[in-house]
């Protein structure tokens, strides 16, 4: 309760801001025009501009989180595989995504049940009764 309590009083401080420190007009009475209009050849209602980039948000997002999971899923298995080349394209695949957060900064999300492979991560959870705990 306390942290939504906090929540929203930032987004009421941010909007305060918004509004007394940009000095700017918003003028949202122009944004439905760029949501939907009505094409008279078609006779009915279709997306305009936002909403076509939203679903092309979606779309990508969706596309994007399947192939991350195909691809770090094949390779997690090339990880374990009996095969030297398969591991060593595997630990190379995980080395790079552990790397990422070290040179870039990025994070990443590692699920498994092997105890060799989680040994590689900075922080480690596990489940207990359907509640994450962080492993000490």
């Keep these: 309760m306390a942290?939504?309590?906090l929540i929203l009083g930032v987004c009421v401080y941010l909007l305060y801001r918004m509004k007394v420190g940009l000095n700017y007009r918003w003028n949202w009475s122009v944004i439905p025009?760029?949501?939907?209009?009505?094409?008279?050849?078609?006779?009915?209602?279709?997306?305009?501009?936002?909403?076509?980039?939203?679903f092309t948000t979606i779309r990508l997002s969706i596309w994007g989180t399947l192939l991350a999971t195909l691809i770090g899923t094949v390779l997690g298995m090339f990880r374990t595989s009996r095969?030297?080349?398969r591991r060593l394209f595997g630990r190379t695949y995980v080395e790079l995504?552990?790397?990422?957060?070290?040179?870039?900064?990025?994070?990443s999300i590692l699920v498994t049940h092997n105890e060799n492979v989680a040994r590689f991560c900075?922080?480690?959870y596990f489940m207990d009764?359907?509640?994450?705990?962080l492993k000490k």
């Design 83 to 85: 095969s030297l080349f």
């Design 122 to 124: 900075q922080k480690t």
């Design 3 to 5: 942290l939504m309590a």
């Design 33 to 54: 025009q760029y949501l939907f209009y009505f094409d008279s050849t078609a006779d009915k209602w279709v997306p305009n501009l936002l909403m076509q980039g939203l």
């Design 129 to 133: 009764s359907g509640k994450l705990i």
């Design 97 to 107: 995504i552990r790397n990422l957060h070290h040179k870039r900064g990025l994070s």
